[in-house]
């Protein structure tokens, strides 16, 4: 079944303690993008991935990072989690860029991240 | 900056009723994209529609596109409690603009009561 699969779906955890949320997609798509979604804010694009060894920052980059060592992983990293960061997490990846009306996005379940 | 502004935010209906989200920008987008958000999910794809003035239907599901290609308007006819959900609009940027984003809407958060 084509899908992204995001890990772990929940997390809590304390301020300071580096975590990583895998995302692993079996389509072999080129691009790949993390988003947060926060109540009144809608969905955000924190990073997104073209290709392989290709990564850009989108709107809210800051407190993240990300690689793109091989194709079908997009892991998003926080060195040192605060609790603005507690958020619902979601990696899509599609096809290509996004300028192309046939591309379009399939998300992963999402990750609930809790920074106490 | 590119907005997309979607109303109305929160909609509340009786199965049955018809209902119309509006998705409305002052900029012009190559494509839109219309997807829905069940609770503990990611967002699906409903729908694309790329021409100004398409009209795309899926069972009880209507799109539009304006002509203009700066606003969007989804139509259920026959609401069911399935139907319940955040239906978000995403527009692609046009041409010469970034590959790397959609612009997202915040939603509307649809309850369609039995």
């Known amino acids: 079944e084509a899908q992204v699969t995001q890990n772990p779906r929940y997390l809590i955890t304390v301020t300071g303690k580096k975590l990583t949320v895998t995302c692993s997609q079996n389509?072999?798509?080129?691009?790949m993008s993390w988003y947060r979604q926060d109540p009144g804010l809608g969905l955000r694009q924190i990073y997104y991935s073209m290709n392989v060894e290709v990564t850009d920052k989108g709107d809210v980059p800051e407190g993240y990072k990300v690689s793109r060592k091989e194709k079908r992983n997009f892991p998003l990293i926080l060195e040192s989690p605060s609790p603005n960061q507690t958020s619902l997490y979601f990696c899509?990846?599609?096809?290509?860029?996004?300028?192309?009306?046939?591309?379009?996005?399939?998300f992963g379940a999402g990750s609930r991240l809790t920074v106490l | 900056t590119q907005l997309l502004e979607q109303s109305p935010q929160f909609l509340s209906i009786q199965e049955g009723e018809n209902l119309t989200v509006y998705c409305n920008s002052s900029?012009?987008?190559?494509?839109l994209q219309w997807y829905r958000q069940e609770p503990g999910e990611g967002p699906v794809l409903l729908v694309t529609?790329?021409?100004?003035?398409e009209v795309k239907k899926l069972k009880r599901l209507t799109f539009q596109f304006g002509d203009a290609r700066k606003d969007s308007s989804l139509h259920i006819t026959a609401a069911q409690p399935g139907d319940t959900g955040l239906y978000l609009c995403?527009?692609?940027?046009?041409?010469?603009?970034?590959?790397?984003?959609?612009?997202f809407g915040k939603g509307t958060k649809l309850s369609v009561k039995p």
């Open positions: 995403a527009g692609a940027p046009p041409y010469g603009g970034s590959q790397g984003n959609l612009i």
């Open positions: 899509a990846s599609s096809p290509g860029g996004l300028l192309s009306g046939a591309n379009v996005l399939t």
């Open positions: 900029s012009v987008f190559s494509s």
């Open positions: 389509m072999n798509h080129e691009y």
């Open positions: 529609v790329v021409t100004g003035g």
